[in-house]
């Protein structure tokens, strides 16, 4: 079992930074950050594989986003600079369970077992 709390959100200029936290329990083989705004679909933002550390990106925020893993694995980070208008979402974290596989398919929310409530990102022009 994973447990994953997202932290971090709020509201920040167009152009400015702001970094997400997930604090995650549990063992996984990959995590993810994804965003949902109403009436949209889950979009995934970034991922990370919990042993060589592999990272994947959306083209949307290449670039600008970077996600990373403490060595203890208990905190995914989502370091979003230059945000832009269109970043302004809810942003979930997500795991994949242990031993399952990670970087195929990483953007589809299907693969992913654990998932936070959701922090909220704000973006003012």
């Known amino acids: 079992q994973v447990q994953l709390a997202e932290s971090g959100g709020g509201s920040v200029q167009a152009g400015g930074s702001l970094t997400l936290y997930c604090a995650v329990s549990?063992?996984?083989?990959?995590m993810a950050w994804f965003r949902q705004g109403p009436g949209s679909e889950r979009e995934g933002v970034a991922s990370i594989c919990a042993g060589a550390g592999d990272t994947f990106y959306s083209d949307s925020v290449k670039g600008r986003f970077t996600i990373s893993q403490d060595n203890a694995k208990t905190t995914i980070t989502l370091k979003m600079n230059n945000v832009k208008p269109e970043d302004a979402d809810m942003y979930y974290c997500a795991a994949r369970p242990r031993f399952s596989s990670c970087g195929s398919r990483w953007a589809l929310p299907e693969f992913y077992s654990y998932w936070g409530q959701g922090t909220q990102v704000t973006v003012s022009s």
């Open positions: 549990g063992y996984y083989s990959g």
